[in-house]
């Protein structure tokens, strides 16, 4: 078990003193039906990185609106990837940091603290409400993890097809500095859940005590062989949901009565389906209420572009260079490259009904064709600037997925449009708003066996999820050839007009406490349990 010899409360900036403050003083605090985000704090500079001689020049995007329910799906081109190399240092040394310290979280320390001695922690989200205020509920903050047993005999890359969702609690006025979570356990009672494995999503407190957790039913079929090293078999994968009830006491929170329900398999036209692709990603349900649409609830999810691997054909409007750019790649190379094996997209659905059982496609907000093959855990963030919404899609993706001729590191991922679906722009006009300290001159490789050459922290943390205010929190993999399984110190971005920057003034020198997901929304009163 790794200690952090020292625990230290953040300097909080600003925007993170206001946040606490609020969370603070806001009992019974009740909030619109629909409203935008707790917003960041702006960047230092709201200005667009300018062009690098030598790379091509972004795509033209121009984050107008559409009806949801329309046909347009947005673009992340090849162009746009491209400016993450166009804003990359190539003249660091071999296996420090190339990027610039605005899109790069800082180090975290080799001696991290575990979380929990008997399960492995990774993807985490908040209790929430349909506009993502982060709850406490009676006095007690909750989140909810993907979790394995350290114990059980598998290694922990072995993790992914043992997960159960977990959860874990600890009083809202907890120091979180040296106050640990306490584990609830497993959120669903053993062999209730649709799926023998449980995946990412989002859980929303509802009217009263009861709660929906929309999360990934997956199936693997050959479970013991893969913990031995083996097997191979692909798994079914489905979005469902269990509504279920929340309490809480004086000796912590405790959920029971869920009743699972399957929402959502891919169909194969816009979401490709285990049938056309072995590899295929349909996962991590994220709802949410639109400002611009009253009583509507969407869904935003991981999918492929529908279609049987390999027979993609990249196109112009894929790779998205400006005519006449000297810069261009020519469609037939990309297509040469094997590029079209990488078709990922960002899905949306909407509900069809008040219980949030029956829901309808919409075509993807997103497609990422020819230049990556996963958007994983997608966020919808909308932050009032300047009078007016705008919408933040933030996305996870890791270096290994992209395509050929494209290279970025494992981190978040953010585009801006004035609506749901829009012509989103790509933050700082690569789409990067932050990632581990990576020295992207080198090949890309992967956390289970990284190159000695590269930063020792290039996989340091993942599966990021952006909260009110711009705080970032996300999972330790592998900090130096430490191996992680619990939870990172959490960062902050400000981000304003499609810019970001990391907020080094947050905490001590821009990392503030392990774990710390703070609530902004409070529903039945403080509690007895101060």
Not at 121 to 141: F, H, P, R
Not at 215 to 230: H, I, L
Request: negative net charge; hydrophobic residues 35%.
């Amino acid at each position: 078990m790794h200690k952090h010899p020292q625990h230290r409360l953040p300097r909080w900036r600003t925007a993170a003193a206001a946040l606490v403050a609020t969370a603070a003083a806001s009992a019974f605090l009740a909030v619109p039906s629909a409203q935008a985000n707790e917003p960041s704090d702006p960047p230092a500079v709201q200005q667009m990185p300018a062009p690098t001689p030598g790379f091509p020049l972004p795509t033209q995007h121009t984050q107008q609106p559409f009806d949801p329910a329309s046909d347009f799906t947005s673009k992340w081109t090849r162009a746009d990837a491209k400016q993450i190399m166009a804003q990359s240092d190539s003249s660091v040394s071999p296996g420090t940091n190339s990027m610039s310290p605005d899109v790069t979280m800082p180090e975290i320390p080799e001696d991290f603290p575990t979380m929990n001695d008997d399960v492995w922690v990774w993807d985490t989200w908040s209790l929430t409400d349909e506009n993502a205020n982060q709850i406490s509920y009676k006095g007690w903050d909750v989140i909810f993890s993907l979790v394995a047993d350290r114990h059980a005999g598998y290694g922990f890359d072995q993790r992914h097809w043992n997960a159960r969702i977990g959860y874990f609690f600890r009083k809202t006025n907890a120091d979180p500095a040296k106050d640990k979570w306490n584990y609830g356990g497993h959120l669903f009672l053993d062999n209730t859940s649709i799926g023998n494995t449980e995946w990412s999503g989002s859980t929303r407190l509802m009217q009263g005590n009861h709660v929906n957790v929309f999360y990934t039913a997956t199936t693997f079929y050959d479970v013991a062989e893969r913990n031995a090293g083996g097997g191979g078999i692909a798994p079914d994968a489905a979005i469902a949901k269990a509504l279920g009830n929340i309490h809480a006491d004086q000796n912590g929170v405790t959920f029971d009565g869920f009743d699972h329900t399957k929402l959502l398999e891919p169909d194969g036209k816009m979401y490709q389906t285990k049938a056309q692709n072995p590899g295929f990603a349909f996962r991590d349900p994220y709802t949410f209420a639109d400002p611009a649409h009253p009583g509507k609830t969407f869904m935003v999810f991981e999918g492929n572009t529908g279609g049987t691997r390999g027979d993609y054909q990249c196109k112009g409007e894929d790779l998205g260079y400006q005519p006449g750019d000297p810069h261009a790649e020519d469609i037939s190379d990309v297509q040469g490259s094997g590029a079209y094996y990488q078709t990922a997209n960002v899905g949306l659905a909407v509900a069809d009904n008040k219980d949030l059982t029956k829901w309808s496609f919409l075509p993807p907000i997103l497609s990422a064709n020819c230049v990556n093959d996963q958007t994983e855990r997608p966020q919808i963030f909308i932050q009032n600037e300047g009078g007016r919404n705008k919408y933040y899609l933030f996305t996870i993706s890791h270096q290994f997925t992209y395509a050929a001729g494209m290279r970025g590191p494992d981190g978040v991922y953010g585009f801006v449009g004035d609506g749901v679906r829009s012509d989103y722009q790509p933050m700082n006009n690569s789409g990067l708003a932050l990632g581990s300290p990576t020295d992207l001159n080198l090949p890309a490789n992967a956390p289970e066996s990284p190159s000695a050459k590269q930063n020792g922290r290039q996989f340091q943390a993942y599966s990021h999820y952006v909260q009110p205010g711009g705080l970032v929190q996300s999972f330790i993999d592998n900090v130096n050839g430490v191996r992680g399984g619990s939870l990172s110190p959490t960062v902050k971005i400000n981000f304003r007009d499609g810019v970001s920057q990391v907020d080094r003034g947050f905490g001590q020198n821009g990392l503030g406490p392990f774990g710390y997901l703070p609530t902004n929304a409070r529903v039945g009163g403080e509690g007895l349990y101060k």
